[in-house]
């Protein structure tokens, strides 16, 4: 796709793909950390 | 350099100062300022934009495209850990590293790493791998703001690197002149604007990505190869997985961005920062490294790759949007070597000078000594960009890979691993320094095809893993530090959820209030 | 000494303190058993840096916690008078002085490192004052057997759970 092969593909798409789903599991995984300090 | 071109760059310069003299004018109604100052959010858009100006740099404009121009799709192996490095290092160390460093009162992440591994040893080591290695950081900006300053204004490189090394130390020294969260966002915008722009006047010109990489094929296959034009690194997944692994793990031994999740103040913060980061990396990180690849198409015959992107600007963009632009980056990069300046100087004097040397030191000598160390930094770094400027692109990969590899183990283990001591600690910062400094001049990446990131990390997590076992007992982790990382312990039966969303911010007073309730208990 | 003492205005009344424990515990049974003041001592700064084009001074609220040494800055507040049947008074550790010195130079990092100025500021001290803070201690019990104590900030409601 794109004119790339396959191997090249995976790299521009993969870890784009890998790191928008770390970071929604990361926001969904901590939703308790919005109870935690301010500062006094 | 085209007169129009100029002209805005002129006048973008011009609108900055105008912005400072007006924010400086408004007597004490200082309100944004003391606002973010003072550690309050003026909402997620600004925060955003003025945390991410601090990452465009010389790297980015300089170093990423040149290293895409000359080596294809191969430089995107760069990007993708890029990518994910500011959610992992939120992520891993973000709030654990909060918690554990506002419990020891550290202001900095030096300090953060002698309250935890306490010796003087460790401040010593990490105060001074991190100014030795910030000062190459710089470097890179130094040669970065040179070469763009040569370009932008048709001087000679050798003037154009004094001039622009004048104005970063000026700035420095005499110091916010400039007040830094409007500029920051204003410059940002700028650059935002600026920088999808370019990519797509390229990708326009070039008739799309498609069409794109059917003509690099035909140019040269290897060009869209994963292993690199020519396939200089054919199945060397050493070398891959150090080009991954120095812009993700090796940004956790950054000083300034670890001590950037020190600052804030509310772990929400560290959420949106995450999610920022990401959105915001997807576009920026991997921008620099696109048009590099299609300047080859643009500009296949260019002198020095390390302007590819400066120059594709100058041949789509119409003059004034180019001078702007290049105005903006002109300022990004010399705002990034002002920042790094300052960390270095407030590093010398704080962790070096005050801490062994003077330790009554009052803030004018501390000053002194900060402004000293800009300016050595300042004199030797125009030699070297003068004499032998290495590429800007080695230069930041060199420094962040033996950062990383030096101090990425010792600041997840600080707060994943109660084992983890202070011999452990030690030694892992210096080998993992050495062991990547070594592969580097040794030349090993090419026989071993394992990056210097790569050995220098597993060596340092190997260290400290078996040096803290190994020394458990003569050197245990001390007890109060053991608390302050199990927050669980002596609690009681608990409701989870009550644990869950116990504030740490407030486990100082809390402290207090049970050693307190103790010595009353104890007397009725 | 005591009736001249001033806390932070609005705290929480003992009801929403044990609201606050109860809402996150189930079927745990919340009593707010006491409530106590910790000593803070609050400076309200100003940092003057001199620029190229003039002079720029920024205001920070610094509090220090008088027994730990701890700085941080905060936001505006109101004070009240302080009852001392309200609550025991903890004792501050730290001398006036002491507090301003760690107040002040918490404040001069915090503006060098936001200004990115290497000079030092001046520093004015616009006001100062010991204040206290009311916190609750709120107390967990499940069929009388286990119980488990929480410490709740009187003003925010965040809470700390306290180990025995």
Redesign the interface.
């Known amino acids: 796709m794109?004119?790339?092969?396959q191997?090249?593909f995976l790299?521009?798409l993969g870890?784009?793909l890998?790191?928008?789903l770390?970071?929604i599991a990361?926001?969904l995984l901590?939703k308790?950390?919005?109870?935690?300090?301010?500062?006094? | 350099m085209n007169a129009t071109v100029l002209a805005f760059l002129v006048l973008y310069y011009v609108v900055v100062l105008g912005i400072?003299?007006w924010t400086?004018?408004r007597?004490?109604t200082?309100d944004l300022?003391?606002y973010?100052?003072?550690?309050?959010e003026v909402g997620p858009l600004v925060t955003a934009l003025t945390l991410q100006s601090t990452s465009m740099s010389g790297y980015m404009f300089l170093g990423a495209g040149s290293l895409a121009y000359t080596t294809g799709?191969w430089s995107?192996?760069f990007?993708?850990?890029d990518?994910?490095g500011g959610?992992?290092n939120?992520?891993i160390i973000g709030?654990r590293m909060r918690k554990l460093s506002?419990m020891m009162?550290a202001?900095t992440s030096i300090e953060y790493l002698e309250a935890r591994y306490p010796s003087p040893l460790t401040r010593l080591i990490a105060a001074s791998l991190s100014v030795f290695l910030l000062a190459f950081y710089a470097l890179a900006q130094f040669i970065a703001g040179g070469k763009g300053m040569a370009l932008v204004t048709g001087l000679d490189y050798e003037w154009a690197l004094l001039i622009a090394l004048a104005i970063i130390t000026t700035y420095?020294?005499?110091?916010?002149?400039l007040?830094?969260?409007y500029t920051d966002f204003f410059q940002s915008l700028i650059m935002l604007v600026g920088v999808v722009w370019i990519l797509g006047a390229a990708l326009v010109h070039v008739g799309g990505?498609?069409?794109?990489?059917?003509t690099l094929?035909e140019i040269d296959p290897t060009i869209?190869?994963?292993w690199g034009t020519g396939l200089g690194f054919e199945g060397q997944w050493g070398v891959v997985a150090g080009a991954?692994l120095v812009f993700s793990a090796g940004y956790m031994g950054w000083p300034h961005v670890v001590t950037r999740h020190m600052a804030m103040?509310?772990?929400?913060t560290?959420?949106l920062a995450?999610?920022y980061a990401?959105v915001w990396?997807?576009l920026f990180v991997?921008a620099p490294y696109l048009v590099g690849i299609l300047a080859i198409l643009i500009l296949p015959n260019l002198d020095d790759p390390e302007l590819a992107i400066f120059a594709v600007a100058h041949t789509l963009l119409p003059s004034a949007v180019t001078g702007i632009v290049m105005a903006a980056i002109m300022a990004a990069i010399m705002s990034t070597a002002?920042?790094l300046l300052?960390q270095t100087?407030?590093i010398a004097s704080r962790d070096l000078y005050e801490r062994f040397i003077n330790p009554r030191a009052s803030?004018?000598q501390i000053?002194r000594v900060?402004?000293a160390c800009?300016l050595v930094i300042g004199i030797i770094g125009y030699l070297v960009a003068l004499v032998e400027p290495p590429a800007v692109a080695f230069v930041v990969i060199f420094a962040t890979s033996v950062l990383g590899s030096a101090f990425a183990p010792a600041f997840i283990s600080a707060v994943w691993w109660k084992k983890a001591n202070t011999p452990g600690a030690i030694v892992s910062m210096v080998a993992g320094a050495a062991t990547s400094v070594f592969w580097e001049l040794a030349g090993l990446a090419v026989t071993t095809t394992l990056a210097p990131v790569t050995a220098g990390l597993a060596a340092s997590t190997v260290a400290i893993v078996v040096v803290s076992l190994a020394t458990q007992r003569s050197s245990p982790v001390p007890a109060h530090i053991l608390a302050a990382m199990e927050?669980t312990?002596?609690?009681?039966?608990?409701?989870e959820?009550?644990?869950?969303?116990?504030?740490?911010?407030?486990?100082?007073?809390?402290?207090?209030?049970?050693s307190?309730?103790r010595d009353t208990e104890e007397e009725t | 000494m005591t009736s001249d003492a001033v806390a932070i205005a609005g705290c929480l009344t003992s009801a929403q303190a044990e609201g606050v424990?109860a809402s996150?515990?189930?079927e745990?049974t919340s009593r707010a058993r006491r409530r106590?003041y910790?000593p803070y001592f609050w400076f309200h700064l100003?940092y003057a840096?001199r620029?190229?084009?003039?002079k720029?001074?920024?205001?920070?609220?610094c509090l220090v916690?008088t027994?730990?040494?701890?700085a941080s800055?905060?936001?505006p507040f109101d004070v009240e008078r302080l009852d001392p049947n309200a609550g025991a008074l903890?004792e501050p550790r730290l001398a006036e002085d002491d507090a301003l010195r760690i107040a002040h130079r918490?404040g001069?990092?915090?503006?060098?490192?936001?200004?990115?100025?290497?000079?030092?500021p001046e520093v004015t001290v616009l006001e100062r004052c010991q204040v206290y803070k009311p916190?609750w201690?709120v107390d967990?019990t499940?069929r009388r057997a286990?119980?488990?104590r929480?410490?709740v900030?009187g003003l925010t409601g965040?809470?700390?759970?306290?180990?025995?």
């Open positions: 794109f004119g790339l092969p191997s090249t790299l521009v870890f784009p890998f790191w928008i770390y970071t990361f926001l901590t308790h950390w919005e109870n935690d300090g301010d500062e006094p | 400072g003299v400086m004018r007597r004490e200082d300022e003391g973010l100052l003072g550690g309050r799709y995107l192996w990007a993708a850990g990518i994910g959610v992992l939120l992520s709030r506002q009162g202001l420095t020294l005499l110091g916010g002149y007040a830094v969260a990505l498609t069409a794109a990489n059917h094929a869209l190869s994963i991954v103040k509310r772990p929400a560290a959420r995450g999610a990401t990396n997807l991997s002002d920042s300052l100087g407030s803030e004018q000053l900060s402004r800009v927050e312990a002596r609690v009681g039966p608990i409701p959820t009550l644990m869950a969303t116990s504030d740490f911010a407030l486990r100082p007073e809390a402290e207090e209030v049970e307190m309730l | 424990i996150t515990s189930g745990w106590i910790y100003r840096t620029t190229l084009l003039g720029s001074s920024v205001r920070l609220s916690d027994r730990t040494g701890l800055t905060a936001d903890m918490h001069a990092y915090v503006v060098r490192n936001g200004r990115k100025a290497l000079s030092v916190f201690i967990g499940k286990s119980t488990f929480v410490l900030d965040r809470f700390h759970v306290l180990r025995r």
